[in-house]
Each structure stands twice: as structure tokens, then as C-alpha cells.
């Protein structure tokens, strides 16, 4: 005989001895890819049991129990194989857990059925989107790590029977199956599966409303049952049907066990649910004679054993029979109940309830979910808003108030509840402005039809406009048509903002429509991959950081309201992109008025530099209408200064205080009234005395603009405000010759409530701010004078305000709608504005929408040193428009050369062109990178940019209020603790920490 011939029969002896080995093995009496976990198991232990035990005990093992209430039958002798409730909380599933179960060696299971496959009816537990909602998430990869999840929580609770995954079918129009549709299906629930046996779970597979079959057509059901081939070989437990399904009411004894055997090879455990109307004794009977090992049912114990026992003494159903199916569930208790160590049991519950993962789960799933059915305009998301209007019609019994709420993180729009049982929708639609936009937000489960197709009709009729759905997705077919159309599946908070955030490009479209809705949106249909255009608001797992550490900043800001650091704050910080942290915190004022709320507006003092004054004047050098390298008299038309009238002077310079020689000068008045005695809005400093002279060579218009951006100009560091401050019987000019009650003619320049500076004032303080003396020193001195004169630079060129040019430049284009100069002016409410200090030297009144710095308020509340009033949340949308290089929302406000430019250390200074950088002394975090820029205010403000790691922090407070010598916010460093905390964070992210 050849030797290949040898080699042939020596390999086939080889894997025949293999096969007969396995397949003779005690316990694998099945092929391996069929084998069930608990079939692996010896069967000894399991068939004694059976054959011991009482018939009626054994008929109670045969039944899954589930109570209408959150408590157990009492124990007794009759226990059923599994027992499923509901409780209300850990303890009193702990409690249900360590009751006695009979007579039988197992314990009995128990048994979880929850839509979401997470017992989210525990307190302890959030809810969970709904199960069609999960079926809408199209990320394979979410869904597996969901499995894992709900795998784990259920072990660690102690369920070990779950009637999860629920597996929809979906077929053609011609009757065959979707296998897009399926295979999605198939892989989310396989990963269900392989999760939960993983955890000794018995999955119990169900759902199968659409894929009952024609009983008469015996091929063509192996054909379709033979889908869950896949699932025999991953070993799937069990299977639940309805009691009523053709399986389990054919005349054929053993119908259903047969099909499921002979194509899916399944072997588990085939369940009958009869939890759905009273079922008769005569259709359990029925259910146990066609295959069904068990059935879920609401009957008490006793009242099922004596339906069985007496249908086997009337030969309706054989003991033996019985027996043998009490074997096999007597086996799958034994597998997924087998001893654990339940101290590891106890640490673990008690870890996964003192972390986030249930709300970052429930957040990532609610996201992935919603779905962009339509989008035939290419409206979402919105890109450019600028000064659209904008209306979100909430029709809904609910107010919806997490996605108005939402909505104002991007948009200032008009929010309008509609009742439609009380208001003509007809009317009221064709009112709206056409040329708006209207976001229509619909909770579709609280509408009669009759409305939705009214509303339908009347939408189709208008233009710009997007329909939400919230609720049943079926409904979908009243606006099938609607060129914007979003499904969302549950009206939950986290749904809620993201249907918003959706709608504005917070994230990108990911969910698919997990039905057929009509023939014009079938399963499957969905916008996916849509552009990321803003901002996204999440919570810190996201981005797998801890909520828990960055409670390190609510400690921070605890313990600064407890010492009287300020009334109260804003703190917004975003990573990559992702808003992870926006809080507020405190009242307005000591005397707790208000709270502070995400849109009270704060004096952000000298953050005004760069959030207003270096914003515009990179936006215009972008443009090439700003040379940063010209001298400032380039762009001034009369730089005439009358030098004859100037003589040399011995000064004391204050930053904005031009101190003379005098008596009669309450100094300690004066100090403790300024706003800007400061080196980077912190430190009081004096500066040497300095004789000084203005020259033809040497004066303001002979300074370059770049020297005034990194502030070494060489100008004298104060602006010549003091008469204006000082006025009283001691001095040349009374306050009545500079200040008038009312506005009139002559007196426009609104300096706080009843008071206004006097016009030809006006001019004249510009008049003694170009003779202001200039030395030839190129040190770094920081002052408001350098800003100031850049403002003028820019108004100069624009032959605009500063406020007016970045409302249609900068802020407009952005839609930030929290953020203005002189805020009493523009439409916002004093009570909506965190007050500053209460000025009893000069102004005599609370400072509450008036800047509190005096340089600012005598040049009209817009200067380019201080001025500007914002919220966090729009002071951070400036500054991730910078992060992102130059553009936001679709619009690109500068380059990204010009934002680099700005951004980085400039030569021999260490600071940016406008913009603060890190040092060692500076209000920043320790763990900052070298690259971060930013700048602080005096009123207890900071904003800081971390390009390297891609980090935005904003805080805000009115630290001034209600005097200024509160310095508390700076000897506690709390500023510079908050934005280190946020590092420290982040830290233990990347040392695997962060749970």
C-alpha cells in the first residue's frame, strides 16, 4: 500500500477516536458547537433529584413565577424553578434572596425580565431607553459593551434568569426575511448571549411576534427558525414564546421542539409565556406536550402544581415526561446558581452603585439612538445661525424643559408650550414668521391622531422647518413627508438634550429606524454620519473621566462660598470638544436674592482683554485691515499733541491711576476704590518714580500695536481719569461740572444709574490720553492703557464701537447670545447680572450691569481693557473656536495661522499678542502646558486655553461684591486649585483610574 494511502487512514482513525471520544463523554451527548453550558455538567445530581421529588413539587420546579407586586410568595414546600418580582429597592431584593426554597438541593433562581435587560426598577438604578430604543443604536460595538454591562449587573444583584435579549424579525414586502435588517439583529443579541453565559445567566431568548411562521408549512418554518442556527452554536439557554404561539398549540405533540431541534439544533430550554391574560389549564397542558420545559406565569405555586398533577392522573401528560423536563431545569439551576463567593459578591455591588457607568451608559445609548430619518434640505445640522430667529414649538402634554434648556446652550430663540386641544394649530402655524427657523418638538403618545394629521398637514405648508417625534415611532407615518424629520424614542432628560444637540451638530446622527414605519421609511432608515459642528454637552465618563473626581471642584467651590470668597460662580470646562462640567454655584449676593443660574451674566473685568479686544483685533488682522506691526498713529487721521502745554512730571503710577503730588488726597480711598491696581488683575504694585516727558519721537502714535499687545509699549501705566473720581469741594472741579442726574444732549455717556459724564468730558479725557508720556523702555509692564489704546485702533479702522463690530464679526457669526457690553442696554435683566462692588467713594450705588472698572465706565462701559459681560457657557464657545482654529459652527471666524500667531510666546516677553501665557506665579494650574494661553480678571474671573491638551476652563465670579478688598479668592487659590483639579482628573484617567 502507498504511503500517502497510510497517512490518509492513520489521520481518519485519529479524528474518528476524537469524535467518539467526545461524543461518549458523560454529559456531551451532543456535537460541541451545539452544546449547552449547563449540559456540559454532570447529569447524575440533577436526574436523582428529579426522581426523588414529590410530583407536585416537581411540577411548582416547572414554572417561572412572576409577581404583579414587588414581593415573593412565602416559602413553603412548593417553590417554583424560578421566581421573578419586582422590588424597589437592593434590600429588598436581599431580603427575597435569602428566604428558603423547599425541599429541593438548588437554589431557586431569580428571574429578570425588564425591557431594557437591566433591573432599572431599583431605586438605585436610573431608567433605562426603552428596548425599541435599543434597537435603534446601530454601534455593534456599544451594544457589546451594553451586553457586558447588563451581564455584570445582573450577576453581582443575583439574577440568573433573564428574559433578555427580546429578538425582533422584520420580512419583505414579498414575505422574506430583511437580512440587513436580521443580521444587525443577530449580532446584538448573540453579544447578549455570549455575555450572559459568560456570567452563568440563562439568557432567555424572546420576542418572535413577527416571525410566527404558517404551521402547515413545515420546510418553510426550518427555513426561517434555521436564523437561529448561529445562535444553537453560541449556546443559547433558552427560548420564551407566547403560551398562544402555533408551537405550542399544534395538534402535533411535540411541534415546536422538533422544528427548533431539526433547524436551529436548538436544545436549551423552551419556555411558554403565559404572563399575558389568564391562560387556561388546557393551554398549559398543551404548552408542556408540544416541547415547553417551563412556563412563565402569574399563577401561585400550588394552583400550577395542581394543574399539572391532575392533567398527569387524567393521562394528559406523562410523569416520566415531566420528570425528565424537571431534570433539565433542575441542571440549568445547578449551573447558574453553583456556589459564589459572596463576600466578592458584596465588594462588587457596592462598587459598580459608587460609580457612574449606569448614567454613562444610559447617555451613550440615548445618543446612538436617536435617528435622523429625514434630512432632504440638508438643514441638520443647522450650521451657520448667526442672527436667525428661531422658534422650538413644544407640543406635548410635558414642558420638555431639559431640551429648552438644551436649546439655549446654542441658540437665542423663542420658546412657545402649545396646548393643541386648546389652540388653533392651523392659525397659530401659519403666523409664525416664514423666514424663521421652527424646530416643532412633538410627544407624539399624548396626541389623538386626528391632531397629528392635522399638524402634518399644516407643516407641510411651511419652510425651515424640523419635526422631533418623541415617543412611538409607528406615528411616524403622520410626518413621513416633513423634509426634517428626528425620531427620538423616550422623552427622557438625556434624550431630551440630545435631540438638541442633534438638531445643532453637538454630535454626529447615529441611529437607524428599528421598524417599518411606512413603504417611505422601512427599517433601517436613518441619516447617519452627519457633520460635528459645535460643542457636545456629556458628562465626564465620556471621555473616561470620573464624575467622582471631578466632584474635586464642587469641594473646591464649597469651601470658598463657606469663607466668603464670593457670593457665588459659574465653572465650565470642556475636553476634545465636550462640554464635561457646567456648574453654578452660590447666589448673586450675600444676601442670597437669586441664584446664580447658567445665564447670569458676570463683569468678567480684564478677561474683556482678550474675550473682546485681542478677539477683534486677530479677526481684523486676519482680514489685513489691522497691521500689528504699525505704529498706532497709522490709523488716526489727527495725531496732533500740543507738547508746549506738557511739562516733565514726577509721578507715582498706580496701573490706571495717574497719582500727582497733591494734599488733600484721601489715599487709602483711592486705593481701595480702583479697579485695575493690579499686575494681572491681582497684585497691588507701585512703580519707581519716573520723570517723563511726550516728544515728537516719543508718544502714543509712535508705539507699535504689537508693543501695546504684549504690553511693552513704554507708555505711562495710568489712564488720566483721576479728577473724574476725585471730585468733591477739595478740588478745581465739582462733580456737578463733570456728571449730570439725566440724559440729555449734552450728557450721553452713561457712567451708572442717574449719572452721566458731561460730553465735552468726553473729548477731553482722549485729549489728555494722547498726551500721555511715553518712555524709551522695552520692560514688560502690564496696564490697561495698552488695551485701551488698541480699542481705539480698531473703533478708528471700523468706524464702529468694539461692541458693535464683534456682534457682527465674532459674536453674531457664533450665536453667542450671553455676551454683550453694556447688558442694561441690550435687552438683559439686572436681576439676571451678578453685582460687582457697591461703590460708596465715587458712584455711591451697587454696581449690578454697569463695568466696574473706572476707566472703562468714563469711556462709556466699552473699553478695551474691561467692559464686557458674559455667561460660561458663551465665554467657553469663544475660546473652543479658538481651540478649533479660528472656526465654530460651520464658520470659520479667522485662519488658523492667526490663531497660532496670537496664541504663542513672542520674543523676549512671555506673553502672546493680547493673550496671557503660562507662568510660574500665574493664576493656572501647575499641570498646564506651556502652550496654554488665557488670561484673568480682577472681579475674580479666568479663562485658560490648553491646546496640548485640548482643554477649555472658564470661571467666573464677582469676587468684588460688595467690596473690593475681599481677596479671599486669591489666598485660598482658588482659581488655581479648581483648573488643577480638572488636570488631576484627567491624570487618573490616563493611569487607568477612572471607572
Not at 434555521?226 to 395538534?251: K, N, Q
Not at 436544545?267 to 398543551?286: F, H, V
Not at 481719569?721 to 449734552?746: F, G, P, V, W
Not at 472698572?853 to 481693557?865: E, T
Request: aromatic share 10%; net charge negative.
Amino acid at each position: 500500500m502507498k504511503r500517502k494511502s497510510w497517512i490518509f487512514i492513520a489521520a481518519f482513525v485519529c479524528i474518528a477516536a476524537v469524535l467518539a471520544t467526545v461524543f461518549l463523554l458523560p454529559g456531551h451527548k451532543y456535537p460541541p458547537q451545539y452544546r449547552l453550558p449547563f449540559l456540559q455538567l454532570d447529569h447524575a445530581n440533577a436526574d436523582s433529584v428529579s426522581q426523588a421529588l414529590p410530583i407536585e413539587e416537581i411540577a411548582a420546579h416547572l414554572m417561572i413565577f412572576v409577581s404583579a407586586d414587588s414581593s415573593l410568595p412565602s416559602s413553603g414546600s412548593l417553590v417554583p424553578g424560578a421566581s421573578g418580582f419586582m422590588p424597589a429597592s437592593i434590600s429588598m431584593l436581599d431580603e427575597a434572596i435569602e428566604k428558603p426554597r423547599g425541599h429541593s438541593p438548588f437554589t431557586m433562581p431569580l428571574f429578570l425580565s425588564a425591557s431594557s435587560g437591566i433591573p432599572d426598577f431599583l431605586s438605585e438604578i436610573p431608567k433605562f431607553p426603552s428596548e425599541m430604543a435599543m434597537k435603534a443604536v446601530a454601534n455593534d460595538t456599544l451594544i457589546s459593551e451594553y451586553a457586558d454591562f447588563v451581564a455584570e449587573y445582573a450577576d453581582v444583584l443575583g439574577f440568573h434568569f433573564n428574559q433578555f435579549p427580546q429578538v425582533s424579525f422584520l420580512k419583505t414586502d414579498k414575505g422574506e426575511i430583511d437580512t440587513t435588517f436580521m443580521n444587525r439583529e443577530k449580532r446584538h443579541s448573540l453579544a447578549f448571549l455570549r455575555a450572559f453565559n459568560k456570567r452563568k445567566i440563562i439568557s432567555v431568548v424572546s420576542g418572535f411576534t413577527l416571525f410566527t411562521g404558517n404551521p402547515s408549512d413545515t420546510t418553510k418554518l426550518k427555513t426561517e427558525w434555521g436564523f437561529f442556527r448561529e445562535f444553537a452554536d453560541s449556546g443559547m439557554p433558552a427560548i420564551a414564546l407566547p403560551v398562544s404561539h402555533p408551537f405550542f398549540t399544534s395538534e402535533t405533540e411535540n411541534f415546536g421542539r422538533e422544528i427548533l431541534l431539526d433547524s436551529a439544533k436548538f436544545r436549551g430550554l423552551l419556555i411558554a409565556d403565559a404572563t399575558e391574560g389568564q391562560p387556561s389549564a388546557d393551554q398549559l397542558i398543551a404548552a408542556f406536550n408540544n416541547g415547553a420545559d417551563m412556563i412563565i406565569t402569574g399563577l401561585l405555586p400550588a394552583d400550577f402544581a395542581l394543574i399539572i398533577t391532575q392533567a398527569i392522573e387524567d393521562d394528559k401528560l406523562d410523569e416520566d415526561d415531566i420528570r425528565q423536563k424537571a431534570a433539565r431545569v433542575f441542571l440549568a439551576q445547578e449551573w447558574c446558581v453553583l456556589p459564589d463567593d459572596t463576600s466578592m459578591k458584596s465588594i462588587e455591588k457596592e462598587e459598580i452603585f459608587n460609580d457612574a457607568r449606569p448614567t454613562s451608559m444610559i447617555l451613550r445609548l440615548s445618543e446612538a439612538s436617536i435617528t435622523l430619518v429625514n434630512n432632504k434640505n440638508g438643514l441638520m445640522p443647522i450650521g451657520r445661525i448667526g442672527s436667525s430667529e428661531m422658534n422650538l414649538v413644544v407640543i406635548s402634554g410635558e414642558t420638555l424643559l431639559p431640551m429648552k434648556k438644551a436649546f439655549e446652550n446654542y441658540a437665542s430663540c423663542r420658546i412657545v408650550d402649545l396646548d393643541v386641544t386648546k389652540t388653533n394649530i392651523s392659525y397659530f402655524l401659519k403666523n409664525l414668521p416664514a423666514s424663521w427657523l421652527n424646530v416643532i418638538a412633538v410627544n407624539s403618545n399624548t396626541i389623538p391622531n386626528d391632531l397629528l394629521k392635522l399638524l402634518d398637514k399644516e407643516l407641510l405648508l411651511m419652510n425651515n422647518t424640523v419635526v422631533v417625534n418623541f415617543g412611538d415611532p409607528t406615528r411616524l407615518k403622520y410626518f413621513e413627508n416633513q423634509n426634517e424629520l428626528i425620531q427620538v424614542f423616550d422623552d427622557s432628560p438625556f434624550s431630551q438634550s440630545f435631540a438638541a444637540q442633534l438638531i445643532f451638530g453637538g454630535f454626529s446622527a447615529k441611529g437607524l429606524l428599528p421598524l417599518k414605519v411606512s413603504d417611505s421609511l422601512q427599517a433601517g432608515a436613518g441619516i447617519i454620519n452627519t457633520p460635528v459642528y459645535r460643542l457636545k454637552y456629556t458628562i465626564p465618563e465620556e471621555l473616561g473621566i470620573s464624575s467622582a473626581d471631578m466632584g474635586a471642584l464642587d469641594s473646591i467651590v464649597a469651601e470658598a462660598l463657606a469663607a466668603y470668597a464670593f457670593p457665588g460662580c459659574q465653572v465650565w470646562v470642556a475636553k476634545e470638544g465636550k462640554v464635561i462640567y457646567n456648574k453654578c454655584f452660590g447666589h448673586l449676593d450675600y444676601e442670597r436674592s437669586k441664584k446664580v443660574a447658567e445665564n447670569t451674566l458676570y463683569d468678567i473685568a480684564s478677561v474683556t482683554k482678550v474675550a473682546a479686544t485681542t478677539v477683534a483685533a486677530m479677526k481684523m488682522a486676519d482680514q489685513g485691515r489691522l497691521d500689528i506691526n504699525a505704529d498706532v498713529g497709522k490709523y488716526f487721521k489727527n495725531t496732533e499733541i500740543n507738547y508746549k502745554s506738557i511739562l516733565p512730571d514726577t509721578v507715582v503710577n498706580i496701573d490706571t491711576i495717574n497719582v500727582l503730588t497733591a494734599k488733600n488726597l484721601n489715599w487709602k480711598k483711592i486705593l481701595k476704590q480702583q479697579d485695575t491696581i493690579h499686575l494681572n488683575d491681582s497684585i497691588v504694585v507701585a512703580w519707581d518714580t519716573l520723570i517723563l516727558r511726550v516728544t515728537p519721537s516719543m508718544n502714543i502714535f509712535k508705539t507699535p500695536i504689537r508693543a501695546l499687545l504684549i504690553h511693552q509699549s513704554g507708555i505711562q501705566p495710568s489712564m488720566p481719569i483721576l479728577r473724574y473720581i476725585q471730585c468733591n469741594k477739595d478740588t478745581l472741579y465739582t462733580c456737578d461740572d463733570y456728571y449730570c442726574r439725566a440724559e440729555d444732549d449734552s450728557c450721553k455717556v452713561e457712567i451708572a444709574d442717574n449719572m452721566y459724564l458731561r460730553a465735552n468730558w468726553f473729548d477731553t479725557l482722549w485729549n489728555d490720553t494722547k498726551e500721555l508720556r511715553t518712555y524709551n523702555r522695552s520692560i514688560y509692564q502690564y496696564t490697561d492703557v495698552n488695551m485701551i489704546l488698541v480699542q481705539q485702533v480698531l473703533d478708528t479702522i471700523n468706524q464702529k464701537s468694539l461692541d458693535d463690530f464683534l456682534k457682527s464679526a465674532v459674536y453674531g457669526p457664533l450665536n453667542l447670545h450671553n455676551i454683550s457690553f453694556k447688558p442694561l442696554d441690550h435687552g438683559f435683566k439686572r436681576t439676571d447680572i451678578a453685582p460687582t462692588e457697591y461703590d460708596r467713594y465715587w458712584r455711591r450705588q451697587l454696581l449690578q450691569g454697569h463695568v466696574h472698572d473706572p476707566s472703562a465706565a468714563l469711556l462709556g462701559g466699552i473699553s478695551g481693557n474691561a467692559g464686557l459681560f458674559c455667561n460660561a457657557n458663551n465665554l467657553g464657545i469663544l475660546l473652543q473656536m479658538l481651540l478649533n482654529g479660528g472656526s465654530y459652527g460651520g464658520v470659520r471666524i479667522m485662519s488658523a495661522n492667526t490663531v497660532k500667531r496670537f496664541t504663542s510666546h513672542q520674543p523676549d516677553n512671555h506673553r502672546g499678542l493680547g493673550w496671557d501665557m503660562k507662568t510660574e506665579k500665574g493664576i493656572i494650574a501647575y499641570s498646564a502646558s506651556e502652550q496654554t494661553y488665557g488670561h484673568t480678571g480682577f472681579t475674580g474671573t479666568c479663562v485658560w486655553v490648553d491646546p496640548q491638551n485640548q482643554l477649555v476652563f472658564v470661571f467666573l465670579s464677582n469676587r468684588v461684591h460688595p467690596k473690593v478688598s475681599n481677596w479671599k479668592i486669591l489666598s485660598l487659590r482658588v482659581r488655581q486649585n479648581l483648573h488643577q483639579a480638572v488636570y488631576d482628573a484627567i491624570a487618573k484617567r490616563r493611569n487607568g483610574r477612572a471607572t
